[in-house]
């Protein structure tokens, strides 16, 4: 299995047949479903550059920024380098891609694979790349956390992608934290498949039925600029206030008689950032994708390419690509990323798992939804829907989603739950999350001393 990724290097436009009506569109996800023989799961982690002395984001340009270490990367471990305007801004090395987010987070986009045991060999080997690096770049390190803990917004470097640069103008008057999110935000992503369309929207329903209890799990972004920020999961609070058309809870998908039409809907209705003809990026000035394939704008027309590249600006906690990518956990510190994966199998490989873990949240109404989307970045686990508290849901949701993996080992193999098991201990059995392990650290053994707590947050 191969995914294609949509990405400001690859523009697409190889893809360039004209889109003749709407209905072209509603059954575009249908050919990418998978035979359950041939599901995969796959990851994609970001992490922070920063020097050791300050703490402080590494800038893109000079001789230890993060163009130099991308090039270092390239000729160490073979790595093809593509440039935009004369910029390295990613590398690739078979189906293993090493892409830039805004700010400069390095993010590893590795191949799927069949387990989350696969899925560890991946990071282990990626993060021994990175600290081999860091002897050619003495003093550097890299860190696995949901938000930058120390530089403000004006010390994050903008990465010189044409990409980025029309996103930063159209999220100005998007929301009052747009900026923050592209800039100051690190996230794991899990990519799963689907084999028809029934599966795809059931996965659906239930991601968005109870990712805010999964974004409380694994809340780890309460420390920014030095000191705590007042939040378990800023991250999640930043894409709160970042352009609720496209970002965020889409609370209308965690309900029963959904489609895949319903979703190209939506994408059909959502506001377009640009298009690539010839090399070049165009603004499309907010036009809904629905007025441009019936209108056009000026001398353009629509073709798939931009639909697919549309697809890519579509940030909900969940997403349809060519597969199913889930977005709504912060960064991880570097032992616990496999959880995640493992976490999301557990329960979307299976169909009586899945139907049970939505049994759990099936009653909620959009309104209490939404509520403890927006509680859940302060109150975490203590976060309530009426008088359930989700700490009671996430140790359910944990003991189903241990019991899928199991039902998915193969005869005689190892349970993936062994990732699980780090989860309990961690955040389930002491009912606290990984934020609030950094904080307590922090005032406790770390003696607040920020190069403690670079190491302790350190891949």
Known sequence: MVYRYIMSTLTGEQESRLIESEEELYTFFQPFAKPTSERRVGVECEFFGIERETGKALPYLGPRGIEAILCR??????????????????????????????????????????????????????????????????GIAWLSVGIHPFSRLEEMPWVPKRRYELMASYFKTRGPLAREMMKRTATNQVNLDFPDEKTAISQ????????????????????????????????????????????????????????????????????????????????????????????????YRATLADFELHLSTAF??????????????????????????????????????????????????????????????????KAKVGKIQICELAQELYRLSCEGLGRQASRDAESECVYLDRLYEEVLKPYRSPAETLLEKWSGELDKTPSRLIDYLKI
Request: neutral net charge; glycine residues 8%; contains cysteine.
């Open 204 to 299: 659906f329903r239930v991601i968005f039925g109870i990712t805010s209890v999964v974004s409380a799990m694994f809340a780890h972004s309460s420390f920014s600029e030095g000191r705590p920020n007042g939040f378990l999961t800023r991250r999640v609070h930043i894409w709160n206030e970042t352009d609720s058309s496209r970002c965020g809870l889409l609370t209308e998908f965690a309900r029963e008689g959904k489609s895949l039409r319903d979703y190209v809907e939506y994408l059909l209705e959502m506001s377009m950032i640009f298009i690539v003809r010839n090399g070049k990026w165009i603004p499309m000035e907010g036009l809904s994708f629905r007025k441009y394939l019936r209108d056009g704008k000026g001398d």
């Open 73 to 138: 990367l390239a000729a160490t471990f073979h790595y093809e380098p593509l440039l935009e305007e004369g910029h390295v801004i990613a590398l690739r090395k078979e189906s293993n891609w090493i892409t830039l987010e805004p700010g400069g987070q390095v993010e590893l986009s590795a191949p799927p694979v069949q387990t989350v045991f696969e899925i560890e060999k991946q990071l282990q080997t990626f993060a021994r790349e990175l600290r081999e690096i860091e002897t050619y770049f003495p």
């Open 316 to 381: 909900p906690e969940a997403r349809f690509k060519h597969y199913l990518e889930i977005r709504g956990v912060d960064a991880q510190r570097f032992s616990l990323i496999p959880s995640v994966a493992a976490f999301w199998k557990g329960i979307l490989y299976d169909e009586g798992i899945r139907e049970k873990a939505w049994a759990l949240v099936r009653d909620f109404t959009p309104k209490e939804r939404l509520t403890l989307h927006l509680a859940v970045p302060k109150e975490g686990l």
